[in-house]
């Protein structure tokens, strides 16, 4: 199947050489030429605008876009106007969902047809497949089918759910699913991003305890301005954070593709010293927390490793110097 591929940094680059190898045809183009020419000599057909993309792409034509969330919009509606009516615009990024109703309703006025999808594997997807979450109507959705199977993982990357074996496999178990109409597949790829957060921030804190199991054995301030530690004896453990996170990785309730990743990470470099804390958000943490908030339902887990994140950027600064503020006027206590 021929596919057009707008946007060929790391996710866009490796979704053209999974297809590829797959034995589809893929016509790319990117704002920096130089990725457009590095790829070409792995067999995507190059283009040096989006003009020129969909000009090399036959009817009906497919073309999928996977630049930064802030770009989305713009990029697909030029790919949009581009097209023609029973032609595909798919949008692969981060994507806000609301914005998806709206392009959906706006480039079906063309007849032509919109399509979302949420990607997730990172930079690990060429080799381990890419899970897929898609929006969009149900015969355009089977048309891209050929696209959505070669990008995925398969039925044989993870052992068959037990009560699923006297059936045959389901999409969802080779690894894509198509979630419902447009929108759909950003909406489930938004809540998944914010499990992710708070997945990595269980992480983060059950290893900065261990990190912390040995602070019976250090000198602390005896001050009235620092809590003791009541009882010392029951913090004397040197732990090797990278060991135990390398042991959960086996038999564990809670080991995972992110504590193998963390595992590596700490192997490399065990203080993570080359890592300054700062942890971005994208948006689609914020998207969950506010659905959540439209709809009443409680996620306070996702809300904190959300604020979690704010913190880490030095977001709550004035708020802790207002604490210092006001122990300092109501007890005269001195923090610098």
């Known amino acids: 199947m021929q596919l057009g591929m ?27 030429p130089e990725s457009v020419t590095a790829i070409e ?9 989006i003009e020129e993309l969909v000009g090399k792409l036959s009817r009906p034509r497919a073309c999928w876009v996977m630049v930064p969330s802030a770009y989305a919009v713009s990029t697909t509606d030029r790919v949009a106007e581009l097209m023609e009516a029973g032609d595909v615009v798919i949008d692969g990024g981060n994507t806000y969902y609301r914005e998806d109703l709206d392009r ?21 997807g060429l080799q381990r497949g890419f899970c897929l979450m898609i929006g969009g109507e149900d015969d355009v959705v089977r048309r891209l089918d050929p696209i959505f199977a070669a990008l995925a993982p398969g039925v044989d990357a993870a052992p068959r759910t037990k009560e699923r074996e006297t059936s045959e496999p389901s999409t969802a178990e080779a690894g894509y699913l198509h979630c419902g109409p447009a929108g759909a597949g950003h909406f489930v790829k938004m809540v998944h991003n914010g499990i992710e957060y ?24 005896a001050d009235a301005e620092t809590a003791p530690l009541a009882e010392p004896r029951f913090y004397r453990y040197d732990l090797n954070v990278a060991d135990v996170a ?6 564990s309730v ?5 504590l193998d990743l963390t595992a590596a990470a ?33 996620a306070p ?31 005269g206590h001195v923090e610098l």
């Open 6 to 32: 707008v946007g060929l940094g790391r996710m866009g680059a490796n979704l053209s050489r999974r297809l590829i190898a797959a034995g589809h045809e893929i016509v790319g183009y990117d704002v920096q």
């Open 41 to 49: 000599a792995e067999g995507v057909t190059g283009a040096s605008s």
């Open 104 to 124: 959906a309703e706006r480039y079906g006025a063309r007849g032509v047809h919109f399509v979302d999808v949420g990607v997730s594997g990172g930079v690990f």
């Open 198 to 221: 708070a997945l990595m921030a269980s992480y983060a804190e059950g290893l900065n305890l261990l990190a912390h199991a040995n602070d019976g054995a250090l000198d602390r301030p």
């Open 246 to 251: 390398e042991v959960w990785r086996r038999g």
């Open 254 to 258: 809670i080991s995972s593709w992110l």
């Open 266 to 298: 700490l192997v490399e470099d065990p203080s993570l010293e080359r890592f300054g804390g700062r942890v971005a958000d994208s948006g689609e943490g914020r998207w969950t927390v506010q659905a959540a908030v439209d709809v009443g339902v409680p």
């Open 301 to 331: 887990a996702l809300a904190a490793a959300l604020f979690d994140r704010f913190s880490s950027r030095d977001r709550d600064e004035l708020a802790n110097k207002v604490l210092s503020a006001m122990r300092n006027r109501f007890g």
